[in-house]
């Protein structure tokens, strides 16, 4: 079963796989940045007076929530560019990174609606007076006093989304793109081994996963003393 291992437990291939962990932090990162910023919209959208706004905010976050992050990459890879040839009859070349970047975030946002909307929900309503009563406008509240309120109670989901992004990264090795795990896949196929890859490669998710677990028990602490 390890018959290879001891030829591919390489400073190559480890490092091989070290830049395919590194990919799959960065990926992780812009889709939770982007993410955030689409549940700050959706969020918003929620709470909206306007029925139609409130309308798409939550088409939005049940569409996205209701279906298969590997689908939704797999219908920008494929499903979008051909409507794009059906249109125009242009060819679209998408980057596989990016289209993993978009789909990850549109994913991700659609969750981060939904901590952000209870994180907001969360502060204490005379706060929202405070500040009408301050003459601020209903996004000077927002930006100036709810939200940094709001983000203080997040951050323990928010960890817990960026490492469920980081391991969901692992999806968009089936449109072509080498992270962490396509790195083990082309390792296994190199060698006949897909065991010894593929465990490596889960020793480096751990050690991603539980740094950043770490990381934001730190955070949390950290936040709970300013308090």
């Known amino acids: 079963m390890f018959a290879a291992f001891d030829k591919i437990f390489t400073p190559e291939n480890i490092l091989y796989l070290a830049k395919g962990a590194v990919i799959s932090l960065i990926i992780a990162a812009l889709s939770l940045l982007f993410g955030i910023i689409l549940g700050i919209i959706g969020a918003s959208a929620k709470r909206s007076k306007f029925f139609i706004i409130r309308m798409l905010g939550n088409i ?3 569409v996205i929530r209701g279906t298969p ?3 939704q990459i797999l219908l920008l890879f494929s499903v979008v560019p051909s409507i794009y040839t059906a249109f125009t009859g242009d060819v679209l070349r998408m980057n596989t990174y ?3 970047v978009i789909a990850m975030s549109i994913n991700s946002g659609a969750y981060s609606t939904e901590l952000i909307r209870s994180g907001i929900n969360g502060v204490d309503k005379g706060q929202w007076e405070a500040c009408e009563t301050l003459g601020l406008t209903h996004w000077q509240t927002m930006k100036l006093v709810i939200l940094p309120q709001a983000f203080k109670r997040i951050v323990p989901p928010m960890i817990s989304e960026f490492i469920t992004l980081i391991k969901d990264s ?3 090795s089936c449109i072509g793109a080498v992270e ?3 790195g083990a896949q ?3 196929a190199e060698y006949f081994d897909v065991m010894s890859p593929y465990c490596l490669a889960a020793v480096f998710y751990l050690i991603m996963t539980i740094s950043i677990s770490y990381l934001g ?3 949390e602490r950290k936040l709970a003393e300013s308090d």
Do not use: F
Request: overall charge positive; cysteine-free.
């Open 98 to 100: 990016l289209i993993g």
């Open 217 to 219: 028990r730190y955070v």
């Open 180 to 182: 962490l795990l396509k």
């Open 170 to 172: 692992s999806l968009i």
């Open 186 to 188: 082309v390792i296994g």
């Open 69 to 71: 992050m590997l689908l």
């Open 60 to 62: 939005y976050v049940e």
